[in-house]
């Protein structure tokens, strides 16, 4: 079992910056996946961002790319979601996951989820 808690949402303007956190406990996080996904009102839950907990390969969805980076604190247990140039349709609740070894963009590959953090951005 892996219990996730994301903190760092918040009410934000167009153009500015925000960092989520996304602390883990429980199980060890060496061979698995860590994802971020947001889901806006109305729509699906989409893919935003992951990292291999192991190697810190990353991989991003062409919407974010260039403005959002991951990266994991190995003895903190946590991953961090750096969003700059936040834009209007950024705004969503914003979640964490965990899932394999090989875990991609689709939210059926993550095992355990986070309770989300909304992120408001206003134009």
């Known amino acids: 079992q892996v219990q996730l808690v994301e903190s760092g949402g918040g009410l934000v303007q167009a153009g500015d910056s925000l960092r989520l956190s996304c602390a883990a406990s429980g199980r060890t996080l060496s061979s698995r996946t860590m994802g971020w996904f947001r889901q806006a009102p109305g729509k699906d839950r989409d893919f935003v961002a992951r990292?291999?907990?192991?190697?810190?390969?990353?991989y991003f969805a062409a919407s974010v790319k260039g403005r959002f980076t991951i990266s994991r604190d190995n003895a903190k247990n946590t991953v961090y979601l750096q969003m700059n140039n936040l834009k209007p349709e950024d705004t969503a609740v914003y979640y964490c996951?965990?899932?394999?070894?090989?875990?991609?963009?689709?939210?059926?590959?993550?095992?355990?989820w986070g309770q989300g953090t909304q992120v408001t951005v206003s134009s």
């Open positions: 990292i291999r907990w192991s190697s810190g390969s990353t």
């Open positions: 996951a965990v899932g394999n070894i090989i875990s991609g963009a689709n939210v059926y590959e993550y095992e355990y």
